[in-house]
Protein backbone atom coordinates (compact mmCIF):
# COMPACT_ATOMS: atom_id res chain seq x y z
CA UNK A 1 0.00 0.00 0.00
CA UNK A 2 2.75 2.61 0.76
CA UNK A 3 4.03 1.43 -2.64
CA UNK A 4 0.83 2.75 -4.52
CA UNK A 5 0.52 5.85 -2.29
CA UNK A 6 3.98 6.22 -3.52
CA UNK A 7 3.14 6.24 -7.56
CA UNK A 8 -0.03 7.90 -6.93
CA UNK A 9 1.84 10.86 -5.48
CA UNK A 10 4.31 10.62 -7.71
CA UNK A 11 1.76 10.64 -10.98
CA UNK A 12 0.12 13.60 -9.68
CA UNK A 13 3.23 16.08 -9.34
CA UNK A 14 4.61 14.60 -12.41
CA UNK A 15 1.15 15.83 -14.45
CA UNK A 16 0.28 18.82 -12.37
CA UNK A 17 4.15 19.66 -13.26
CA UNK A 18 3.64 18.81 -17.23
CA UNK A 19 0.06 21.06 -16.99
CA UNK A 20 2.52 23.77 -15.76
CA UNK A 21 5.38 23.78 -18.25
CA UNK A 22 1.86 23.32 -21.27
CA UNK A 23 0.34 26.25 -19.53
CA UNK A 24 3.53 28.17 -20.31
CA UNK A 25 4.29 27.44 -23.30
CA UNK A 26 0.74 27.95 -24.51
CA UNK A 27 0.76 31.20 -23.05
CA UNK A 28 3.81 32.06 -25.09
CA UNK A 29 1.79 31.30 -27.74
CA UNK A 30 -0.57 33.62 -27.02
CA UNK A 31 1.66 36.38 -26.70
CA UNK A 32 3.56 35.84 -30.00
CA UNK A 33 -0.08 35.15 -31.86
CA UNK A 34 -1.10 38.69 -30.61
CA UNK A 35 2.24 40.30 -30.92
CA UNK A 36 1.70 39.03 -35.16
CA UNK A 37 -2.05 40.18 -35.06
CA UNK A 38 -3.60 36.98 -35.28
CA UNK A 39 -6.81 35.69 -33.82
CA UNK A 40 -6.83 34.10 -30.05
CA UNK A 41 -7.41 30.17 -29.86
CA UNK A 42 -10.27 29.31 -28.13
CA UNK A 43 -9.62 27.60 -24.77
CA UNK A 44 -12.08 25.38 -25.01
CA UNK A 45 -11.45 23.69 -27.83
CA UNK A 46 -7.60 22.44 -26.45
CA UNK A 47 -7.87 20.45 -23.79
CA UNK A 48 -4.81 19.00 -21.59
CA UNK A 49 -4.47 16.30 -24.49
CA UNK A 50 -4.49 18.19 -27.48
CA UNK A 51 -1.77 20.54 -25.43
CA UNK A 52 0.35 17.30 -24.41
CA UNK A 53 0.50 15.95 -28.34
CA UNK A 54 1.49 20.30 -29.62
CA UNK A 55 4.28 19.95 -26.48
CA UNK A 56 7.91 19.27 -27.75
CA UNK A 57 7.93 15.99 -26.49
CA UNK A 58 4.26 15.01 -28.27
CA UNK A 59 5.61 16.21 -31.67
CA UNK A 60 9.25 14.51 -31.58
CA UNK A 61 7.19 10.81 -30.78
CA UNK A 62 6.05 10.87 -34.05
CA UNK A 63 8.53 13.39 -36.08
CA UNK A 64 11.30 10.73 -35.16
CA UNK A 65 9.14 7.89 -37.00
CA UNK A 66 8.39 8.57 -40.77
CA UNK A 67 6.28 4.99 -40.68
CA UNK A 68 4.13 6.66 -38.23
CA UNK A 69 3.42 9.73 -40.63
CA UNK A 70 3.17 7.64 -43.30
CA UNK A 71 -0.08 5.61 -41.36
CA UNK A 72 -1.56 8.93 -40.39
CA UNK A 73 -1.72 10.08 -43.54
CA UNK A 74 -3.43 6.75 -44.91
CA UNK A 75 -6.19 7.19 -42.34
CA UNK A 76 -6.81 10.56 -43.12
CA UNK A 77 -5.38 12.30 -40.14
CA UNK A 78 -3.48 15.06 -42.13
CA UNK A 79 -3.97 18.13 -39.69
CA UNK A 80 -1.79 19.23 -37.22
CA UNK A 81 -4.71 18.83 -35.03
CA UNK A 82 -5.09 15.21 -35.45
CA UNK A 83 -1.37 14.64 -35.60
CA UNK A 84 -1.30 16.48 -31.76
CA UNK A 85 -3.94 14.28 -30.43
CA UNK A 86 -2.33 10.69 -31.77
CA UNK A 87 0.93 11.92 -30.26
CA UNK A 88 -0.49 12.84 -26.76
CA UNK A 89 -2.09 9.18 -26.99
CA UNK A 90 1.74 7.82 -28.11
CA UNK A 91 2.76 10.01 -24.97
CA UNK A 92 0.14 9.15 -22.37
CA UNK A 93 -0.37 5.41 -22.61
CA UNK A 94 3.13 3.90 -21.91
CA UNK A 95 2.67 6.36 -18.50
CA UNK A 96 -0.76 5.11 -17.86
CA UNK A 97 -0.20 1.28 -18.58
CA UNK A 98 2.97 2.02 -16.52
CA UNK A 99 1.30 3.14 -13.53
CA UNK A 100 -1.72 0.68 -14.12
CA UNK A 101 0.53 -2.31 -14.15
CA UNK A 102 2.38 -0.84 -10.51
CA UNK A 103 -1.04 -0.16 -9.28
CA UNK A 104 -2.12 -3.85 -9.89
CA UNK A 105 0.98 -5.43 -8.93
CA UNK A 106 1.27 -4.00 -5.94
CA UNK A 107 -2.35 -4.24 -4.69
CA UNK A 108 -3.06 -7.96 -6.12
CA UNK A 109 0.56 -9.75 -6.62
CA UNK A 110 3.04 -8.27 -3.39
CA UNK A 111 5.56 -9.91 -2.65
CA UNK A 112 7.49 -10.31 -5.83
CA UNK A 113 11.23 -10.67 -6.76
CA UNK A 114 11.47 -8.00 -9.28
CA UNK A 115 9.05 -5.32 -8.87
CA UNK A 116 10.04 -3.10 -11.71
CA UNK A 117 10.05 -5.60 -14.36
CA UNK A 118 5.68 -5.82 -15.04
CA UNK A 119 5.62 -2.03 -14.95
CA UNK A 120 8.28 -1.83 -17.22
CA UNK A 121 6.50 -4.42 -19.56
CA UNK A 122 3.47 -2.42 -18.82
CA UNK A 123 5.55 0.66 -20.36
CA UNK A 124 7.30 -0.96 -23.55
CA UNK A 125 3.09 -2.45 -24.18
CA UNK A 126 1.89 1.28 -23.67
CA UNK A 127 4.45 2.38 -26.09
CA UNK A 128 3.73 -0.44 -29.43
CA UNK A 129 0.27 0.10 -28.82
CA UNK A 130 -1.00 3.18 -30.23
CA UNK A 131 0.94 2.17 -33.57
CA UNK A 132 -0.07 -0.94 -33.75
CA UNK A 133 -3.78 -0.15 -33.45
CA UNK A 134 -2.96 2.76 -35.77
CA UNK A 135 -1.51 0.13 -38.37
CA UNK A 136 -4.57 -1.70 -37.99
CA UNK A 137 -6.62 1.13 -38.77
CA UNK A 138 -4.98 2.04 -41.72
CA UNK A 139 -4.78 -1.66 -43.14
CA UNK A 140 -8.83 -1.48 -42.16
CA UNK A 141 -9.14 1.89 -44.42
CA UNK A 142 -7.04 0.83 -46.92
CA UNK A 143 -9.55 -2.10 -47.61
CA UNK A 144 -12.70 0.38 -47.77
CA UNK A 145 -11.14 2.63 -50.04
CA UNK A 146 -10.01 -0.30 -52.33
CA UNK A 147 -13.65 -1.60 -52.44
CA UNK A 148 -15.55 2.18 -53.02
CA UNK A 149 -13.27 2.64 -56.37
CA UNK A 150 -15.54 -0.20 -57.75
CA UNK A 151 -18.33 2.02 -57.00
CA UNK A 152 -16.27 5.41 -57.80
CA UNK A 153 -15.80 4.51 -61.43
CA UNK A 154 -19.33 4.11 -62.83
CA UNK A 155 -20.18 7.37 -60.95
CA UNK A 156 -17.79 9.12 -62.50
CA UNK A 157 -18.23 8.12 -65.77
CA UNK A 158 -21.97 8.37 -65.48
CA UNK A 159 -21.42 11.85 -64.76
CA UNK A 160 -18.64 12.71 -67.49
CA UNK A 161 -21.63 11.02 -69.73
CA UNK A 162 -23.92 13.78 -68.49
CA UNK A 163 -21.42 16.39 -69.79
CA UNK A 164 -19.39 17.38 -66.49
CA UNK A 165 -16.00 17.76 -66.19
CA UNK A 166 -13.61 15.81 -63.60
CA UNK A 167 -13.88 18.91 -60.39
CA UNK A 168 -17.23 19.14 -61.05
CA UNK A 169 -17.96 15.71 -60.73
CA UNK A 170 -15.76 15.43 -58.00
CA UNK A 171 -17.26 18.16 -56.30
CA UNK A 172 -20.90 16.16 -57.24
CA UNK A 173 -19.73 13.32 -55.84
CA UNK A 174 -18.22 14.61 -52.45
CA UNK A 175 -21.16 16.69 -51.93
CA UNK A 176 -24.06 13.41 -52.96
CA UNK A 177 -21.96 10.11 -52.02
CA UNK A 178 -20.68 11.01 -48.67
CA UNK A 179 -22.96 7.80 -46.82
CA UNK A 180 -22.49 5.94 -50.00
CA UNK A 181 -18.19 6.77 -50.67
CA UNK A 182 -17.40 7.55 -46.76
CA UNK A 183 -13.58 7.22 -47.34
CA UNK A 184 -13.61 8.32 -50.60
CA UNK A 185 -15.56 11.69 -50.10
CA UNK A 186 -13.15 12.23 -47.31
CA UNK A 187 -10.30 11.96 -49.54
CA UNK A 188 -11.58 14.06 -52.26
CA UNK A 189 -12.95 16.14 -50.06
CA UNK A 190 -9.16 17.41 -48.95
CA UNK A 191 -8.33 17.45 -52.35
CA UNK A 192 -10.92 19.89 -53.41
CA UNK A 193 -10.20 22.19 -50.79
CA UNK A 194 -6.44 22.28 -51.46
CA UNK A 195 -7.63 23.19 -55.02
CA UNK A 196 -10.29 25.96 -53.57
CA UNK A 197 -6.98 27.71 -52.08
CA UNK A 198 -5.19 27.65 -55.25
CA UNK A 199 -3.35 24.03 -56.22
CA UNK A 200 -3.79 22.45 -59.02
CA UNK A 201 -6.08 19.33 -59.29
CA UNK A 202 -3.78 16.81 -60.85
CA UNK A 203 -1.21 17.67 -58.48
CA UNK A 204 -3.34 17.25 -55.43
CA UNK A 205 -4.89 13.72 -56.79
CA UNK A 206 -1.52 12.57 -57.45
CA UNK A 207 -0.78 13.68 -53.92
CA UNK A 208 -3.44 12.00 -52.31
CA UNK A 209 -3.14 8.80 -54.24
CA UNK A 210 0.45 8.92 -52.76
CA UNK A 211 -0.40 9.84 -49.66
CA UNK A 212 -3.38 6.96 -49.71
CA UNK A 213 -1.26 4.27 -51.13
CA UNK A 214 -4.21 1.75 -52.84
CA UNK A 215 -3.20 1.01 -56.25
CA UNK A 216 -7.09 1.12 -57.47
CA UNK A 217 -7.21 4.48 -56.58
CA UNK A 218 -3.81 5.67 -58.12
CA UNK A 219 -5.09 3.94 -60.85
CA UNK A 220 -7.88 6.09 -61.20
CA UNK A 221 -6.06 9.36 -60.37
CA UNK A 222 -3.82 8.31 -63.40
CA UNK A 223 -6.66 8.35 -65.65
CA UNK A 224 -8.26 11.76 -64.18
CA UNK A 225 -5.15 13.38 -64.67
CA UNK A 226 -5.37 12.36 -68.22
CA UNK A 227 -8.80 13.73 -68.55
CA UNK A 228 -7.55 16.85 -67.02
CA UNK A 229 -5.00 17.35 -69.49
CA UNK A 230 -6.33 15.77 -72.29
CA UNK A 231 -10.27 16.75 -71.91
CA UNK A 232 -11.37 13.41 -73.21
CA UNK A 233 -10.04 9.99 -74.54
CA UNK A 234 -9.94 8.31 -71.24
CA UNK A 235 -13.59 7.01 -71.27
CA UNK A 236 -12.20 3.29 -72.15
CA UNK A 237 -9.59 3.31 -69.38
CA UNK A 238 -11.86 3.50 -67.14
CA UNK A 239 -14.20 1.46 -68.55
CA UNK A 240 -11.31 -1.23 -68.64
CA UNK A 241 -10.08 -0.37 -65.12
CA UNK A 242 -13.67 -1.14 -63.89
CA UNK A 243 -13.59 -4.83 -65.72
CA UNK A 244 -10.03 -5.18 -64.42
CA UNK A 245 -10.94 -4.78 -60.75
CA UNK A 246 -14.29 -6.61 -61.01
CA UNK A 247 -12.41 -9.26 -62.18
CA UNK A 248 -9.48 -8.54 -59.45
CA UNK A 249 -12.41 -8.84 -57.01
CA UNK A 250 -13.68 -12.36 -58.25
CA UNK A 251 -10.04 -13.49 -58.46
CA UNK A 252 -9.90 -12.82 -54.76
CA UNK A 253 -13.19 -14.34 -53.81
CA UNK A 254 -12.42 -17.67 -55.51
CA UNK A 255 -9.09 -17.71 -53.81
CA UNK A 256 -10.82 -16.67 -50.21
CA UNK A 257 -13.51 -19.47 -51.14
CA UNK A 258 -11.06 -22.16 -51.85
CA UNK A 259 -8.65 -21.17 -48.63
CA UNK A 260 -11.86 -21.39 -46.43
CA UNK A 261 -13.01 -24.89 -48.24
CA UNK A 262 -9.26 -26.01 -47.19
CA UNK A 263 -9.90 -24.79 -43.76
CA UNK A 264 -13.03 -26.76 -43.16
CA UNK A 265 -11.14 -30.00 -44.37
CA UNK A 266 -8.90 -29.75 -41.98
CA UNK A 267 -11.96 -28.52 -39.11
CA UNK A 268 -13.90 -32.01 -40.35
CA UNK A 269 -10.76 -33.86 -40.06
CA UNK A 270 -9.81 -33.09 -36.86
CA UNK A 271 -13.76 -33.10 -35.32
CA UNK A 272 -15.70 -35.14 -37.66
CA UNK A 273 -13.31 -38.29 -38.28
CA UNK A 274 -12.51 -39.38 -34.45
CA UNK A 275 -16.81 -39.49 -33.86
CA UNK A 276 -16.86 -41.12 -37.47
CA UNK A 277 -14.08 -44.07 -36.96
CA UNK A 278 -15.54 -44.56 -33.45
CA UNK A 279 -18.90 -44.97 -34.74
CA UNK A 280 -18.25 -47.36 -37.43
CA UNK A 281 -14.76 -49.28 -35.61
CA UNK A 282 -16.39 -49.45 -32.05
CA UNK A 283 -18.47 -52.39 -32.69
CA UNK A 284 -16.00 -54.15 -34.26
CA UNK A 285 -13.44 -53.49 -31.64
CA UNK A 286 -15.79 -54.57 -29.00
CA UNK A 287 -16.09 -57.60 -30.72
CA UNK A 288 -12.35 -58.23 -30.66
CA UNK A 289 -11.63 -57.46 -27.15
CA UNK A 290 -14.68 -59.86 -25.79
CA UNK A 291 -13.48 -62.57 -27.88
CA UNK A 292 -9.62 -62.10 -26.30
CA UNK A 293 -11.67 -62.09 -22.92
CA UNK A 294 -12.80 -65.43 -23.31
Known amino acids: MPLLLSAVLLLAVVVLLVNQLLEHRRRQRLVNRR ?62 MFVLVWAVQTLFFLPVNHEVVAPLLGLGVGYIAP ?107 LLSLKQLLDDRRLTNLQEYISKLSGKMSVVMMVFLFPALLIVLAGPGMLAISRAFAH
Open 35 to 96: LRGEADEVKSTRGWLQRLGDSSLGQRAISLDSETQLLLDRIGWRRAGQRSQFAAWQVGTPLV
Open 131 to 237: KRVLAWAAERRKQQISREVSTFIPLLRILFESGLAVEQALRVLTTESQTLLPALSAELKLVLNRVDSGLELGEQLDHAAHAVAVDEFTDTCVILRQLINQGGGAMKS
